[in-house]
Nanobody, 123 residues
């Protein structure tokens, strides 16, 4: 099992930027695929981004392509999500999650989740 702790959320104006971090501890971090998801009030949890440590495979959800960038630092056991050109519709709780296999875009294939960090974008 991996313990995940997100940080970096906050209140920003539209057009601004934030950098979210997800620190992992526990089992061998480098063997996992890491995902970012978000959930707005009353909506389903949505896939945002994925990074695979073994092969460096990176994927993004359609709604964030071109604005969000996922990266990782193996030495620090930390994954980052740089979010630029924020829009009010990006307001949500952002979660990072670890998977041991399965589909990178499916939240049900992720086994370990952080507590989430709130991102609020004002217009």
């Amino acid at each position: 099992q991996v313990q995940l702790v997100e940080s970096g959320g906050g209140l920003v104006q539209a057009g601004g930027s934030l950098r979210l971090s997800c620190a992992a501890s526990g089992r061998g971090f480098s063997t996992y695929g890491m995902g970012w998801f978000r959930q707005a009030p009353g909506k389903e949890r949505e896939f945002v981004a994925h990074i695979s440590w073994s092969g460096g495979r990176i994927y993004y959800g359609d709604s964030v392509k071109g604005r969000f960038t996922v990266s990782g630092d193996n030495a620090k056991n930390t994954v980052y999500l740089q979010i630029n050109s924020l829009k009010p519709e990006d307001t949500a709780v952002y979660y990072c999650a670890a998977r041991y296999g399965g589909r990178w875009y499916d939240r049900y294939d992720y086994d370990d989740w952080g507590q989430g960090t709130q991102v609020t974008v004002s217009s």
